[in-house]
């Protein structure tokens, strides 16, 4: 059965604690790897797409890498406007369609 | 802003009582994707529409239903509502049908509340 596990659940840094978040996955078809940022009663927010293994983006503050089993969301020098839930999602083919399978979060709050 | 606008925000019903969430997708968009998120279930997909037609099909109860409309908006139509469908409904929505990788922007989502 096809998974997506994100760890940890929770991390608590304090500004300009740099750290990663990961995002393991066990899919066949692998199609691309999301991330996305959600605040707490938002939608969530596109951060990144990645499509195969050994590729790196980064935006501001943020860096997400792809291996064959897992993605990689490092965070440097955190500031308290990073805090919100990280979502990885993995983009596979399926019988039924292609579809969006998400993990279920790290919730990062940063401190002063 | 992704574009992407959902209505009502918030909505509070009854048990037994149907339910129709609205979306209007991004300029351009072709397909529309409904989520469910809850506290013990995390973002579950629902359902896809590209183009006015059915593309995907993800854990979606029988009581729940959608269509695509020519105007490319989308209705989630939730019947015979239990406790257990509150939950925050998030539609997205992409340029493409999924056969290539798309990129999906998120609704500010619906607060469902059946009490």
């Known amino acids: 059965e096809d998974q997506v596990t994100q760890s940890p659940e929770a991390l608590r840094l304090q500004e300009g604690e740099s750290s990663s978040l990961n995002c393991s996955y066990t899919?066949?078809?692998?199609?691309?790897l999301f991330w996305y940022r959600q605040d707490p009663g938002k939608g969530p927010e596109f951060l990144f797409t990645l499509y195969s293994a050994g590729e790196e983006k980064e935006k501001e503050r943020l860096k997400a890498t792809l291996t064959k089993k897992e993605s990689f969301l490092h965070i440097t020098a955190p500031k308290p406007e990073d805090s919100a839930t990280y979502l990885c999602?993995?983009?596979?083919?399926?019988?039924?369609?292609?579809?969006?399978?998400f993990g279920t979060g790290t919730q990062l709050k940063v401190e002063l | 802003d992704s574009g992407v606008t959902q209505t009502p925000k918030h909505l509070i019903t009854a048990t037994g009582q149907r339910v129709t969430l609205r979306c209007s997708p991004r300029s351009g968009d072709l397909s529309v994707y409904w989520y469910q998120q809850s506290l013990d279930q995390g973002l579950q997909f629902l359902i896809q529409?590209?183009?006015?037609?059915?593309?995907a099909k993800g854990n979606i109860l029988e009581r729940f239903s959608a269509q695509q409309f020519p105007d490319l908006h989308s209705e989630l139509n939730l019947s015979s509502l239990e406790l257990g469908d509150s939950a925050l409904y998030f539609c997205?929505?992409?340029?493409?049908?999924?056969?290539?990788?798309?990129?999906?922007?998120f609704g500010p989502g619906t607060r469902l509340t059946v009490l």
């Open positions: 997205a929505s992409s340029v493409g049908g999924g056969i290539r990788t798309d990129t999906q922007y």
């Open positions: 529409y590209y183009n006015g037609e059915e593309r």
């Open positions: 899919v066949s078809g692998l199609r691309g």
């Open positions: 999602a993995v983009y596979i083919l399926t019988g039924g369609g292609n579809k969006l399978t």
